[in-house]
């Protein structure tokens, strides 16, 4: 998995690509609390490139949703494409995040 991330204004996006499995827990949780202690507390993860998420993967976006809730920070997810948002409603998850179809309108939602 590579993670990149970007601002936009206020906006921290943190991009995704490859597969959401446990192999990229220690990676997405230091790119992200180091966003949150940068005072960064818009976040939009882009799954628009995430090929696969395992069981492990859904725990780590259940770690990120509620690492932004204790620290204040809101999150929101884009692109997903239909498998992934299919896990998430298969799991009963669909209604704990914020989805977007495009990142832009994920990035615009904040205004």
Request: overall charge negative; proline content about 1%.
């Amino acid at each position: 998995m590579r993670i990149q991330t970007q601002n936009y204004n206020d906006v921290t996006v943190i991009e995704l690509q490859g597969e959401l499995d446990g192999d990229v827990g220690d990676p997405l949780k230091d790119t992200v609390t180091s966003t949150v202690a940068g005072s960064r507390t818009r976040i939009v993860l882009d799954m628009s490139n995430v090929t696969f998420i395992d069981s492990q993967g859904l725990e780590l976006l259940l770690w990120v949703r509620q690492y932004c809730r204790q620290n204040k920070a809101q999150l929101k997810l884009a692109g997903l494409d239909e498998n992934s948002d299919k896990i998430l409603e298969i799991t009963g998850l669909r209604a704990e995040f914020d989805r977007h179809t495009e990142l832009a309108e994920a990035v615009r939602s904040f205004a």
